[in-house]
């Protein structure tokens, strides 16, 4: 969908009869930013509800042809639909409407294409279009029968989908050895910083987990209120005034209908949160829809083999709702979730309850020990408040004592090393 030109867009859906006007404005709401972050002047939205959309056409007949005459009147270059098209269904609604058809699908890997940046992301997106495309290839050579009429003109056409599929297929298989020479180098990193307690940022795209990440770390992180602002995952360390630091990655923000051939193509990235120690789930409880949303993101979660994994929820932009919201949304959060924090990242302390929740989770984690070391080993003691947190320190004429909790593997590590004494402590 990216051209010199902007693309006129009308949006087209065809939600069920039964669903909520209230809910059939907000995918529509969606799907707007969506073509707009693509790069899409939206002239218009159709709608029709239907029990399940037309097999064949996705919409009826007299719709089709109501789209046609506001796609003329609004000078509009092409049509988007809300579900993902059949090769059939694009088929049609191309030759009906003799303009280009984009679907949900197809939209969403384009704003990736737009917006990768790293070479990973860039390998990602490409797998994913290319699978997205394999399937529709005869929709690209429809121009040959127009020009030449049908017959006479199949052969040329057939041979060269068939050979473009050749090409593609290898194209996929170089894409995916690629990839899992990077798996396997991100499988390395996360061995080198096994003792470290990572924590992973996952959540609806735009409900502010690049935000959290800069204001907890302190770093620059690449902020925008805008769907899919960032595709690459970015982790960075961060100090939350607990027993020892974090590392925070965060993640390529989810949205509902996520394409199943993105969702594969991003699966190294997807691994960080199947292995990260816990997760901050974010949550724009400023958004009507922040349940449905909750579920989608868990759906995503389930298909990255990281369902059930240790979470805390994190209601975020809670300075944007009343008083009277803001207890409703804590009302519905005590009944639907598990644990869960209120933030905002606006206001001053608006990130406190954030960083408590993170402390207790690292300090479940930690091992109580006394440890004896002698006074010449100041590597010793330096590990202990770099890895963990100094509850107690005391001095004898040869020894430093001290009571600290540390990470399992560093009081490994101690009770293996010469000259140590450790023992289990009972201190808070």
Known sequence: MQSHEKERAILVGAPPSDMSQELVDEHLDELTRLAQTAGADVRGVLIQRRKKPNAATYIGRGKIDELAAMMSEQEATIAIFDEELTPA?????????????????????????????????????????????????????THL????????????????????????????????????????SRSTQRKSRKQQFTVALVGYTNAGKSSILRELSGSDVFVEDRLFATLDSATRICDIDGPGPILLTDTVGFIRKLPHH??????????????????????????????????????VLEAAGAAGHPTIFVMNKIDRLTHA???????????????????????????????????????????????????ADGATLAEAYREGEVLERDYDQEHVVITARVPGAVVGRWRDTVGLIVERSDAA
């Not at 960080?272 to 409880?285: P, R, S």
Request: with cysteine; aromatic share 4%; hydrophobic share 40%.
């Open 89 to 141: 269904q694009g088929a049609k609604l191309e030759t009906a409407l003799d303009a280009r058809t984009v679907d949900r699908t197809e939209l969403i890997l384009d704003i990736f294409a737009l917006r990768a940046r790293s070479a990973e992301a860039k390998l990602q997106v490409e797998l994913a279009q290319l699978q997205y495309m394999r399937s529709r290839l005869k929709r690209m050579w």
């Open 145 to 184: 029968s127009r020009e030449g009429g049908g017959i006479g003109t199949r052969g040329p056409g057939e041979q060269q989908i068939e050979t473009d599929r050749r090409l593609i297929d290898r194209r996929i298989s170089g894409l995916r050895r690629q990839l899992e020479g990077i798996a396997l």
């Open 325 to 375: 919201e803001e207890q409703a949304i804590r009302s519905r959060s005590d009944a639907l979730l598990g644990p869960y924090v209120c933030t905002s990242v606006v206001e001053e302390g608006g990130l406190d309850p954030l960083r408590k929740a993170l402390q207790g989770a690292m300090r479940a984690r930690l091992e109580t020990v006394k440890v004896s070391i002698p006074a």
């Open 262 to 299: 993105l969702v594969a193509s991003f699966r190294a990235t997807l691994e960080e949160v199947a292995e990260a120690d816990l997760l901050l789930h974010v949550i724009d409880a400023s958004s009507p829809s922040w349940e449905e949303h909750e579920v989608a993101v868990n759906e």
